[in-house]
């Protein structure tokens, strides 16, 4: 498997968190992976075989070839059909908002295709990049289509983007109050403009970044315990942290960490 991430260009880093391309062989079998969230919104084209969803009650379903896909809010399961090309921007979680003519609630726990979102246009930018040499040139018709979309006077909301800023530095353990007092802001109107730009509230979003990054440690093994894994990333207790990730993962740290690394690093 080829998994790279690429910086986008300044005029996107307000918008962009990065790039990223990742290719691999057809597999004979295939195997669900577990994609958990990370507040953050993709758009995804794939270049190469579709990947099929795992959707309750046994569904399947094939998705689009070029898509965005809205905040997850527990877990999806998806697996490739075949050989994998793929080309994505990863948005920063406040950064698709300004593309859209929808509300980014929307899109939750769904792909989208791009045409029913951008029209025509969408069209054309899945057949440039599925035409493409490289993943290079690829890359670059995906920044001219987002540049193009966003025009010179769209701007990320500033209280919105304090607000994430701040959850982030804090790595999600920053609460409601705390966090109105630092961008100087009512609470009922940063919750107001989450649901509008981030598509989830503040503290849906706080409790995303606080897994990421006990994820992140866990993947690392940077700790002794359960506990003191808990305790560090600002859960009150093994409990908590074990319920918390349980509603987001759909299982135990143990059982998702036994066959969903791949994914996980790569998706979140």
């Not at 507040?39 to 995804?44: H, K, N, P």
């Not at 993947?219 to 093994?238: I, P």
């Amino acid at each position: 498997m080829d998994y790279l991430v690429y910086e986008p260009p300044p005029n996107l880093q307000s918008f962009v968190k990065c790039f990223w391309t990742l290719e691999d062989e057809a597999h004979t079998e295939i195997v669900p992976q577990r994609v958990v969230p990370d507040g953050c919104m993709e758009m995804i084209i794939h270049y190469g075989d579709l990947y099929k969803q795992f959707l309750e009650d046994g569904i399947t379903i094939i998705q689009p070839r070029s898509f965005i896909f809205g905040q997850i809010t527990n877990y999806i399961e998806i697996a490739p059909t075949g050989k994998s090309g793929i080309v994505a921007a990863r948005f920063l979680p406040e950064g698709l908002a300004p593309l859209l003519d929808v509300p980014v609630a929307s899109l939750e726990n769904k792909a989208v295709e791009l045409t029913i979102l951008f029209g025509e246009k969408a069209g054309a930018l899945e057949q440039q990049v599925i035409k493409s040499k490289n993943n290079s040139e690829r890359i670059h018709y995906i920044e001219e289509f987002l540049l193009s979309h966003l025009g010179e006077q769209q701007q990320i909301e500033n209280i919105t983007k304090s607000c994430v800023d701040a959850i982030v530095r804090s790595q999600g353990q920053l609460g409601m109050t705390a966090l109105a007092v630092k961008v100087n802001t009512h609470r009922r109107q940063i919750e107001r403009r989450f649901s509008e730009v981030v598509g989830m509230s503040p503290k849906q979003l706080s409790r995303v970044v606080r897994l990421q990054a006990t994820l992140k440690m866990m993947e690392q093994k940077k700790f002794d315990t359960l506990t003191s894994l808990a305790l560090e990333n600002g859960y009150y207790d093994q409990a908590h942290f074990i319920k918390d990730f349980r509603e987001f993962t759909g299982m135990s740290p143990k059982s998702f960490f036994a066959g969903n690394l791949q994914f996980t690093s790569i998706f979140a």
